[in-house]
């Protein structure tokens, strides 16, 4: 499968007004409101618990419970939530979601109404992950527990939920981690996990490169608040990374998923849904990872949002401009067209 590019999606130009507008207003939200980096970490995590950041607060649902994943520490585990279909139906499918947050900010409960809508849609299991965050456990905490989820669920998905572990997906930091954890399982030497096919992944805005690729660059000059800036990401980088971390790093697979050797994985990549704004300073992260993917042999669906910027699934699909109901869309397409496949 191939992908066609049309240079007018990209043309600030032709944004229309109420992209225009709402964008404006994140700007102004994401300029004036406290930096994490400056206030610390859990108190910007309360913050924005309460709505006080450019991003909505989460909803938090009670029909999402409450359980926990043994990690690789037998003195700890991973917390997590389950949603199920609201109409008794029996799932289909396992997906297991992690979120986005810089690797910094958010848990199992950021997302609990879009998990709960594709639960209810597509009659599947949604698991969201608690992984452990930055900058107090920095890497590898975060994608060790989202590999240990993920082992687990491989092993337990089908009698735990009746439904097999078929996809897994995130946003921003959770599209990062989804793709380390799916090379993860694919390079293992156990065979029971790196012989699991997965149906789908969904890669919304992720970051696939910790070396800043030239999007990042290129928009903090013509829009340096636009929910990202560059200094708010490499302070994110710094805490992911920890002390002391080298340029090396950035070049390693292990860290940045973009030069991994997919090359080497034909055949095995499962199909991969890439979606991005126009307007994120992460754009050049699903234009380069979507390639590698088709390169590879992999297939993969690309939806380009016009407009749209860094987070903008989070939004209510209700206002304009946002992008979101565009990416509740083509998420729905993939589902389908996967599921039924």
Same mark, same amino acid.
């Given at each position: 499968?191939? %992908?066609?590019?049309?240079?007018?999606?990209?043309?600030?130009?032709?944004?229309?007004?109420?992209?225009?507008?709402?964008?404006?207003?994140?700007?102004?939200?994401? *300029?004036?409101?406290?930096?994490?980096?400056?206030? #610390?970490?859990?108190?910007?995590?309360?913050?924005?618990?309460? /709505?006080?950041?450019?991003?909505?607060?989460?909803?938090?649902?009670?029909?999402?419970?409450? %359980?926990? $994943?043994?990690? @690789?520490?037998?003195?700890?585990?991973?917390?997590?939530?389950? %949603?199920?279909?609201?109409?008794?139906? *029996?799932?289909?499918?396992?997906?297991?979601?992690?979120?986005?947050? #810089?690797?910094?900010?958010?848990?199992?409960?950021?997302?609990?109404?879009?998990?709960?809508?594709?639960?209810? $849609?597509?009659? $599947?299991?949604?698991?969201?992950?608690?992984?452990?965050?930055?900058?107090?456990?920095?890497?590898?905490?975060?994608?060790?527990?989202?590999?240990?989820? *993920?082992?687990?669920?491989?092993?337990?998905?089908?009698?735990?939920?009746?439904?097999?572990?078929?996809?897994?997906? /995130?946003?921003?930091?959770?599209? +990062?981690?989804?793709?380390?954890?799916?090379?993860?399982? !694919?390079?293992?030497?156990?065979?029971?996990?790196?012989?699991? @096919?997965?149906?789908?992944?969904?890669?919304?805005?992720?970051? %696939?490169?910790?070396?800043?690729?030239?999007?990042?660059?290129?928009?903090?000059? @013509?829009?340096?608040?636009?929910?990202?800036?560059?200094?708010?990401?490499?302070?994110?980088?710094?805490?992911?990374?920890?002390?002391?971390?080298?340029?090396?790093?950035?070049?390693?697979?292990?860290?940045?998923?973009?030069?991994?050797?997919?090359?080497?994985?034909?055949?095995? !990549?499962?199909?991969?849904?890439?979606?991005?704004?126009?307007?994120?300073?992460?754009?050049?992260?699903?234009?380069?990872?979507?390639?590698?993917?088709?390169?590879?042999?992999?297939?993969?669906?690309?939806?380009?949002?016009?407009?749209?910027? +860094?987070?903008?699934?989070?939004?209510?699909?209700?206002?304009?401009?946002?992008?979101?109901?565009?990416?509740?869309?083509?998420?729905?397409?993939?589902?389908?067209?996967?599921?039924?496949?």
């Amino acid at each position: 499968m191939a %992908f066609t590019i049309d240079p007018s999606t990209f043309d600030p130009a032709t944004l229309g007004p109420e992209s225009r507008e709402f964008n404006a207003k994140l700007s102004a939200i994401t *300029a004036s409101q406290p930096k994490w980096y400056e206030i #610390g970490a859990e108190a910007y995590r309360k913050l924005r618990a309460e /709505g006080g950041t450019a991003l909505p607060p989460p909803i938090v649902l009670d029909s999402g419970i409450a %359980f926990e $994943i043994p990690s @690789r520490d037998p003195s700890r585990k991973v917390p997590c939530r389950v %949603f199920k279909p609201q109409n008794g139906e *029996a799932p289909r499918a396992v997906f297991m979601h992690i979120h986005g947050g #810089g690797w910094v900010l958010g848990n199992e409960s950021s997302q609990d109404v879009k998990l709960q809508r594709l639960a209810d $849609i597509h009659s $599947i299991a949604c698991i969201s992950v608690g992984y452990r965050l930055a900058p107090e456990h920095p890497f590898p905490a975060g994608p060790e527990d989202c590999f240990d989820v *993920a082992e687990w669920l491989v092993r337990h998905a089908q009698e735990r939920f009746q439904a097999p572990f078929a996809f897994m997906g /995130g946003e921003s930091a959770g599209g +990062h981690l989804t793709a380390l954890t799916t090379l993860h399982l !694919l390079q293992h030497n156990d065979p029971v996990y790196s012989g699991h @096919r997965l149906r789908g992944l969904i890669l919304h805005y992720g970051c %696939f490169s910790l070396r800043w690729l030239p999007s990042v660059y290129s928009f903090a000059k @013509r829009e340096p608040h636009l929910v990202l800036s560059l200094e708010t990401m490499t302070e994110f980088q710094n805490a992911f990374l920890g002390k002391g971390w080298t340029q090396e790093m950035l070049d390693d697979p292990n860290v940045s998923p973009l030069y991994a050797d997919l090359p080497s994985l034909r055949h095995k !990549l499962p199909p991969a849904l890439f979606t991005c704004g126009t307007e994120d300073y992460l754009l050049d992260d699903t234009l380069f990872m979507s390639s590698r993917w088709l390169s590879a042999g992999a297939e993969a669906v690309v939806a380009i949002v016009k407009g749209a910027a +860094h987070g903008y699934t989070t939004f209510d699909p209700a206002i304009k401009g946002s992008g979101s109901q565009e990416g509740d869309r083509v998420t729905d397409e993939f589902f389908k067209d996967k599921l039924s496949s």
